[in-house]
Structures are given as C-alpha cells and as structure tokens.
C-alpha cells in the first residue's frame, strides 16, 4: 500500500509569491492534515481536513489556506511568500479523526 | 494551554545499550500517545502507539510506557543500533488533534 505522497518536494520561491503544495493521502484515508516544521519551533499545525471539511486550524494567518477535495488528495497553499515560511511542510494521513497519522516525506520551501 | 515535551534535546548512548527517551505532557485529557521516529531528509516515521487506558506496550524492540499519574511518556529501545539514530517525536492527541514534543535527538555511537 502506497504511503502518503507529496509534491513537490523540493522548491525554491521569491517573496511575495504564491505556492501550491499537493498531498495523496494513503488509500482509504480521509483525514489529512498539515504541519509546518522549522528547527527553530519544531512540528507546528497547520489544518486537518476530513471529507473536504476542514475539522481543526492551527495559530497561522490567513495566508495559509487548505482544501480537500473528495478523493482525499489535499492542497494546500501559502500566498504571499515570505522569507520566514521556508520549511519542511508535512502532510499526514489517518483513517478518521483520532486514529494513527501517517506522514508523506514533505515538501521543502525556500524562499529568497 | 497543551504542550508537549521532551526531556532532554539530545542523548547519546553506545551501540548495543538500551535507549530510554522521555517525554512530559500537561493535558490530562489526552487520550492517545505516539512515537514517531525521524530521519534527516525524512518525514516522521510512526513507531509505537498506546492509549490511555494502558500502562504499556511493547513492539519490536521498542517499549512505550505511560505514566498517567504525573503526564509522563517514555519510549524505551532495547539493544540500539546505529541505525536507530534519528530525531524521536512524541505527540499526544485529543479529540482528533494532535501536538507534538519538540524532539530528542538519539545519537547511536559504534
């Protein structure tokens, strides 16, 4: 069984930008949810969708936003990049709500 | 507010030793308690899980013991191996949302 996939995993931004990060859920999983990481603050909450409803959001402004659509693949996306948001963006999956979660490999965000 | 931490920001054992990382939560309403193992370049691996209505569990060579009484996480790794080298995360959840400890780094030396 496929793990949870995501792509990119490596991309290098300007400031001011916009990106779009992709994740595939494993198959039968409908909860997704996205985490930040940076050495400095650690696995930080973005949001957790489960059946294109978003159920949790974590402390990030509005510049982050997230969908789900109904095959459970997930998006999410940054709008105006800054320099701050380069990281290691972590998508997971689990069955529903309060089960395991189990993390794709991640995308690395630059931004210069 | 929730937090999650972990005792020590590094340890370094021998190759072959057992390995005891440790971890403190403060929600006592946490219902469920897991390990994730993370190499560099990687995303988190799971490794173990237990719930709140046990004290303990055991997998392959790896043990989780949960100590309700004063909000205390442990993960135990018999005989480790240079191979178990990575960053180790423990996370608590409750009503489906999980936060994370900021991390042990385990340094296996030959």
């Known amino acids: 069984k496929a793990g949870v996939t995501q792509t990119p995993r490596y991309l290098i931004k300007t400031r001011g930008q916009q990106v779009t990060l992709s994740c595939s859920p494993i198959?039968?999983?409908?909860?997704v949810s996205w985490y930040q990481q940076t050495p400095g603050q650690g696995l930080q909450f973005l949001f957790e969708?489960?059946?294109?409803?978003?159920?949790n959001k974590g402390n990030f402004p509005g510049r982050f936003s997230g969908r789900q659509f109904s095959n459970s693949r997930s998006e999410m996306n940054v709008s105006t990049l800054e320099l701050g948001d380069s990281a290691l963006y972590l998508c997971?999956?689990?069955?529903?709500?309060?089960?395991?979660?189990?993390f794709g490999e991640g995308s690395w965000l630059t931004v210069v | 507010g929730e937090s999650v931490g972990l005792h020590l920001p590094t340890l370094s054992v021998q190759e072959g030793d057992n390995s005891i990382i440790n971890c403190a939560y403060s929600?006592?309403?946490?219902?469920?308690f897991i390990w994730y193992k993370q190499e560099s370049g990687k995303g988190p691996q799971f490794i173990i899980d237990?719930?709140?209505?046990?004290d303990k569990r055991q997998g392959q060579r790896v043990t989780v013991l949960l100590n309700k009484t004063v909000k205390h996480l442990s993960l135990q790794i018999a005989a480790t191996q240079p191979g178990d080298s990575a960053v180790y995360f423990c996370?608590?959840?409750?009503?489906?949302?999980?936060?994370f400890g900021d991390g042990t780094t385990l340094t296996v030396k030959p």
């Open positions: 996370a608590e959840s409750n009503a489906g949302k999980s936060t």
């Open positions: 237990i719930r709140s209505n046990m």
């Open positions: 929600n006592s309403a946490s219902d469920y």
């Open positions: 969708y489960f059946s294109e409803t978003q159920r």
């Open positions: 198959s039968g999983h409908r909860s």
């Open positions: 997971a999956s689990s069955l529903q709500e309060g089960n395991t979660i189990y």
